[in-house]
Nanobody, 123 residues
Framework: QVQLVESGGGLVQAGGSLRLSCAAS????????MGWFRQAPGKEREFVGG????????NYAESVKGRFTISRDNAKNTVALQMNSLKPEDTAVYYC????????????????WGQGTQVTVSS
């Protein structure tokens, strides 16, 4: 069992930056690949990016590539999403999620979810 808690969301102007954090409970964090997803009003939840169990591999959606960076600290059971050059279309609730094994792209392939944190980017 893994419990995930996101933090760091808020309101930022276009072009600004935010850093989201996800804290995981349990002693098996390093067994899980971690993903970040987002859901904007009226839209389906979409994959933002993911990081492998060791942190040695990442994968990003084309819409955020070059602007967002995912990192993890297995000693602290945390994963972070650094978001730079934010755009109004990045406005959404952001979720972290955990899956055993490798990075997955679909939300139904993840076993554990945080409660989400709101990110709002004003123009």
């Amino acid at each position: 069992q893994v419990q995930l808690v996101e933090s760091g969301g808020g309101l930022v102007q276009a072009g600004g930056s935010l850093r989201l954090s996800c804290a995981a409970s349990g002693r098996t964090f390093s067994r899980y690949a971690m993903g970040w997803f987002r859901q904007a009003p009226g839209k389906e939840r979409e994959f933002v990016g993911g990081i492998s169990k060791s942190g040695g591999s990442t994968n990003y959606a084309e819409s955020v590539k070059g602007r967002f960076t995912i990192s993890r600290d297995n000693a602290k059971n945390t994963v972070a999403l650094q978001m730079n050059s934010l755009k109004p279309e990045d406005t959404a609730v952001y979720y972290c999620a955990a899956t055993i094994g490798i990075i997955m792209l679909r939300d139904n392939q993840y076993d554990y979810w945080g409660q989400g944190t709101q990110v709002t980017v004003s123009s």
